[in-house]
């Protein structure tokens, strides 16, 4: 129980993740389409958008988060061709890495 209000109060208040990097609670992402070349944006709330990644459940324990998965299609306006964007973030929601197809990622911001 102790554990788990832990982990409440580390969502809350960001707990070791002390960085100011990943605190934000949004991210506007930009790609730009390999068909067509148009720029496309999208804003994504983390709380809403990140799903939780944990380890494989051992002996009964809480498992632990391990990192967040953000996976994102997109779609402009000028062709039919959708943009895949899959990206990886460490349990304080700072972008570890990401995969794209059909574009290539142009930046990612974090916002309020
Ligand atoms: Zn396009």
Redesign the pocket.
Known sequence: MAKMFERLRDLVLGGKCEDSNGTAPALVIKVR??????E?ATRVEKAHALQEQYEADSEGEEPEITGYLLQKEL??E????L?RLTMHFDPCRRLVKHEISG?ELVEVVESE
Do not use: F
């Open positions: 389409c390999a068909h067509c070349g148009e496309i779609l402009g000028k062709c039919q061709e943009v574009g």
